[in-house]
């Protein structure tokens, strides 16, 4: 159990050091060639409300993945690689909208993308693998 909880927590830090690293390349390097896009500004609108429900969407989700009452039941009777694999889910829910933020802002040069990408990056704060967690979501004890 420990060796997941630990390939987790090198699985979460390299997902946040890869995003705050393509954030960086985007913002520094990338964003001399941004223009803006083609797009006019009703078809940005549109595409601004896509990236925050995604967000939005992607930030509940992972927040309560372990409430909803399938996945609940599926780690609680499950063994370790079960939550393994949930808590992967987990983690893409966040990372997707992360991703999706940063190419967006670089599309449009809109400043509402980088704030979406910082809810994403405090919400990263809220799902951190521990042992302690694992023990609270699974219901399981440190004998079993």
């Keep these: 159990m420990k060796e997941k909880i630990i ?15 393509f954030a960086a390349v985007v913002e520094f390097l990338l964003m001399d060639e941004a223009g803006g896009s083609a797009i ?3 078809g940005q609108f549109l595409f601004q409300m896509v990236a ?3 967000t939005l969407g992607g930030i509940y989700g992972a927040l309560r993945l372990f409430k909803f009452k399938t996945v609940k039941e ?12 949930w808590s992967l889910v987990r983690l893409a829910l966040l990372e997707l909208p992360a991703l999706f933020n940063i190419v967006s802002y670089h599309l449009f040069v809109e400043s509402s993308f980088v704030y979406l990408f910082y809810m994403v990056l405090i919400a ?3 799902v951190f693998p521990s042992e302690q967690r694992y023990y609270n979501e699974t219901g399981k004890t440190d004998e079993e």
């Design 7 to 21: 390939l987790l927590r090198r699985i979460y830090i390299l997902y946040i050091l890869l995003t705050v690293a």
């Design 40 to 42: 006019d500004s009703q």
């Design 52 to 54: 925050v429900f995604l």
């Design 74 to 85: 599926e780690i609680e009777r499950g063994s370790v690689r079960q939550y393994f694999t």
């Design 124 to 126: 990263f704060v809220f």
